[in-house]
């Protein structure tokens, strides 16, 4: 495929319920007929002012830093799109984020979810290894979509929560009584505990999205993490449960923000258990760690007879 052509059959794919082939596309969500439009008796999330107040903020943030690595961070605001999703793509140096009003709308989206949506597609842009393997791609720009993910919580809400303009965003009130735990035992400065107990708020919100699209009807949560080990890396949307475990790992990952990621290695500016970190680690229900060495303590050592040892020691404890 000319990838000249990938962004207008990216945008056309979003919103049809196409299958199998147009799933490579990413968007926030998978391929979907949702519609929500304005006006719609449906549309109980976010308004539009509110709407283009987060654009507006990480716009502010995140313009420089795209134009740092030689691009332009161009924001769509399509606020009278119904459509229920949201996209990345890239033409030339613009890096370019399809913010749709349908999503926007839809009950489960706060300011702070919609952030987190906004980060994810930026995730495609910024986010690093992995990146997703897709004959749509050509040069295999995007970052997968559990990366995607990992990112908005790793790096980019941490900015956006910081900046004096979210103070007014609104958020959920979900119970996250598990992630506040893990928040308070990853941080000890009370402004980064809250950020991350912000961000597993804000994931928890956005899982109502997975579990309408799903037909779920089991919520899930911060103590019931996804026990699934793939054995291939999972480009695609990992299911609902894994979501959210990602959404929390990447929060509570003391890595700093200034931390930089690399565009073909998945270990820098991450949490790796090799780089002596004790939490913030990617889920094995979509992440395959290259090298099992990744998972392994400074000095420990795979034991020889057992080669399965590093990926099954991940299920012990909260962190899975």
């Keep these: 495929m000319n990838k000249k052509m990938f962004p207008a059959i990216c945008a056309l794919l979003l919103g049809a319920a196409i299958p199998a082939a147009a799933s490579d596309c990413p968007g926030f969500l998978p391929p979907n007929d949702m519609k929500i439009p304005v006006g719609s008796p449906a549309g109980k999330g976010i308004g539009q002012d509110q709407f283009n107040q987060v654009l507006d903020t990480i716009q502010k943030i995140y313009a420089p830093i795209v134009a740092q690595r030689g691009g332009k961070l161009v924001i769509k605001r399509l606020w009278d799109n119904a459509t229920v999703n949201a996209s990345a ?3 030339g140096n613009s890096y370019i984020l399809n913010m749709y009003g349908g999503l926007a709308r839809h009950e489960a989206v706060t300011m702070d979810g919609f952030a987190l949506v906004v980060c994810h597609e930026l995730g495609h842009h910024l986010g690093g290894a992995p990146k997703k393997d897709s004959p749509y791609y050509g040069n295999a720009w995007a970052s997968n979509e559990g990366q995607s993910d990992y990112y908005a919580s790793l790096k980019c809400l941490r900015q956006v929560f910081a900046d004096p303009a979210a103070k007014a965003f609104t958020r959920a009130s979900d119970d996250t009584a598990e992630a506040a735990l893990a928040c308070k035992a990853a941080f000890k400065d009370p402004d980064e505990q809250g950020f ?42 990992p299911a609902t449960q894994c979501r959210l475990d990602t ?9 700093p923000v200034s931390a930089s990621l690399s565009e073909d290695d998945p270990v ?5 258990r090799s780089g002596g970190f004790k939490t913030g680690f990617r889920p094995l229900c979509w992440y395959k760690p290259e090298s099992a060495s990744e998972l392994m303590a400074p000095g420990e050592k795979l034991p ?17």
């Design 89 to 91: 793509m890239q033409s």
């Design 304 to 320: 020889a007879f057992n080669p399965g040892y590093a990926f099954g020691t991940l299920r012990d404890g909260f962190a899975w």
């Design 247 to 255: 959404y929390l790992q990447g929060a509570i990952c003391a890595q």
């Design 268 to 272: 820098p500016g991450t949490c790796t």
């Design 196 to 237: 991350c107990i912000r961000s597993a708020k804000a994931g928890k919100s956005v899982t109502k999205l997975f579990m309408t699209l799903h037909n779920e009807t089991t919520e899930p949560r911060y103590d019931t993490p996804d026990p699934k080990i793939v054995t291939a890396m999972f480009d695609s949307h």
